[in-house]
């Protein structure tokens, strides 16, 4: 399968920000693409989806690659005489996660809905 934006893209999005790892972020872009199409089966056929799929798998990639030097830890602070830069990470494990809000950019939501059936048919 292919992915919805590609490398040069990313390279774009994240602009000014180099990539430092181009080979991860090219595995963190077919991974984010396979993981939209898990949740929304008709990605590929909707037309109306194809800047949206590409919006949410440069935001997942961008998240996944933000920790970078200071991937795998939750905080970080940094001192220099008297100035001090101190950030919590907000994905420190540098995963690619498919939040609510990117699945109600398809018009999905992430709980699943009641189903029934009492035998005569499927209920709508």
């Not at 390279?11 to 949740?39: F, G, K, Q």
């Not at 949410?56 to 939750?74: H, I, K």
């Not at 001192?79 to 101190?86: C, I, P, T």
Request: charged share 20%.
């Amino acid at each position: 399968m292919s992915v919805f934006a590609d490398l040069t893209e990313l390279t774009n999005y994240l602009r000014p920000t180099p990539i430092a790892n181009e080979t991860r972020a090219t595995l963190l872009l077919e991974m984010a693409a396979n993981l939209i199409r898990r949740r929304v089966s008709d990605v590929d056929t909707n037309t109306t989806y194809g800047n949206t799929a590409k919006f949410v798998q440069l935001e997942m990639v961008a998240d996944a690659l933000s920790p970078g030097e200071f991937r795998g830890r939750t905080s970080y602070s940094v001192s220099l005489d008297d100035a001090v830069e101190s950030a919590t990470l907000a994905n420190p494990t540098a995963t690619l996660v498919l939040t609510r809000a990117h699945l109600k950019l398809f018009g999905l939501s992430e709980d699943a809905l009641p189903s029934w059936h009492f035998g005569d048919g499927p209920c709508p």
